[in-house]
């Protein structure tokens, strides 16, 4: 089976979002956060202006000054912020931006003033130069974790991202140089997306595919937002080989966690993910080998609908074996292939708490084979 969420990013990823190493993208994320700060603020105390110097369309967003206080700094909002700020107004952003800059200034003020009670937001601000922008508007409680952590925890196991055992991932298992045609190092001022892989390290499965052997690499992804546009996460599988649109081609075993970024993102952070990244890093391929290797001998159960029926609905357990016969061309035989088909059958599901709880279940299954 297919990944693409790498493929997607590097479809849509512009040339300034490309990186050719994690130095490069930690140049990049550790110079935005030294620009930027965080300051909760009331509602009551930001106001939406025209820009004085683009009146048709530009908005700036200024914080009142207080008695006392010096001069306000306006602060230009990104296309994400407007997003947020219309929220809060409760209006649509698509309709907001096609009204001149004056009147949708007075829709947004009229909105977080008067239309909503006084509340606190927590405002993304950062100043370059003359450049002065609002990157985000979340909740007081919004748990930032900042892009510049992510990359320095994976530079601290994975160096450079490109000389290391995980690495930018070569073109159908051969590797080739890293540029920005074919890197899977992203980052913009929205979020950041990393896929790196050890190809040469490989898992030898003795019956891979219609009892051939064969061989699996192993990667995973991780991403993050400072302003709110996605969760952090990481996803850890085996695959064959990438190709030269990053799509993740004979991909297994796939397992997922995502944090939302509430109070105690940052925590969880720390106390979750960072430690399954080292783990992942530091295992040896030789375990790995074993562990597929048993989890193919072993037979899933002499009932597989019992078998599967314990851990899963009656209409699930019928979805999970045709998945398996679709895609592998026959039945569920052992937990290998009972792991591969609800792995499989949990990334159908759009619901992310639903396919994250699937493939816990798919994850406990495997742990069946140390038993």
């Known amino acids: 089976m297919q990944l693409t969420q790498a493929s997607r990013q590097w479809a849509n990823r512009p040339n300034d979002e490309r990186f050719t190493s994690l130095h490069d993208l930690f140049d990049r994320v550790s110079r935005q956060r030294s620009l930027s700060r965080a300051p909760i603020v009331s509602t009551r105390d930001i106001v939406v202006r025209p820009d004085p110097e683009d009146k048709a369309s530009g908005l700036q967003v200024v914080r009142l000054r207080k008695p006392g206080e010096g ?9 994400w912020a407007f997003n947020q700020l219309s929220k809060l107004a409760s209006a649509p952003s698509a309709y907001l931006k096609s009204l001149p800059a004056p009147m949708a200034a007075d829709c947004i003020n009229y909105g977080i003033h ?16 003359d450049v002065q922008e609002l990157r985000a508007a979340c909740g007081p409680n919004y748990g930032r974790i900042w892009n510049e952590e992510v990359v320095r925890t994976l530079i601290d196991m994975h160096g450079d991202g490109v000389t290391g055992r995980f690495r930018v991932p070569g073109e159908f298992g051969k590797a080739v140089k890293v540029t920005k045609a074919n890197t899977t190092i992203f980052g913009s001022d929205r979020d950041i997306f990393v896929f790196l892989a050890d190809e040469t390290n490989r898992v030898e499965v003795k019956n891979r595919r219609d009892g051939k052997p064969g061989s699996l690499a192993r990667g995973f992804f991780t991403w993050n937002s400072e302003v709110g546009n996605s969760s952090i996460g990481v996803a850890f599988f085996f695959f064959d080989h990438a190709c030269q649109n990053r799509i993740v081609w004979g991909a297994e075993n796939f397992r997922e966690i995502r944090i939302n970024h509430t109070a105690s993102a940052p925590w969880r952070w720390l106390e979750e993910i960072t430690p399954m990244l080292t783990d992942y890093a530091d295992a040896a391929a030789a375990p790995m080998e074993q562990m597929i290797r048993r989890a193919q ?8 609908d019992r078998f599967l029926a314990s851990r899963f609905t009656t209409g699930m357990v019928a979805t999970i074996k045709a998945t398996h016969e679709r895609e592998e061309g026959r039945p569920i035989e ?9 792995t499989a059958q949990a990334r159908s599901i759009e619901h992310q708490d639903s396919r994250v709880a699937m493939e816990r279940i798919g994850g406990k299954i495997l742990d069946l084979v140390a038993a």
Not at 71 to 79: A, E, I, L, R
Not at 116 to 129: P, Q, S
Not at 334 to 342: H, K, N, S
């Open 71 to 79: 001069p306000v700094h306006p602060y230009s909002p990104t296309n």
């Open 114 to 129: 008067h239309a909503r009670e006084v509340e606190n937001i927590g405002l993304l601000l950062t100043k370059d130069g």
């Open 297 to 304: 001998a072993k037979k899933a159960d002499d009932n597989l």
């Open 334 to 342: 052992t937990l290998w292939d009972a792991v591969t088909a609800v």
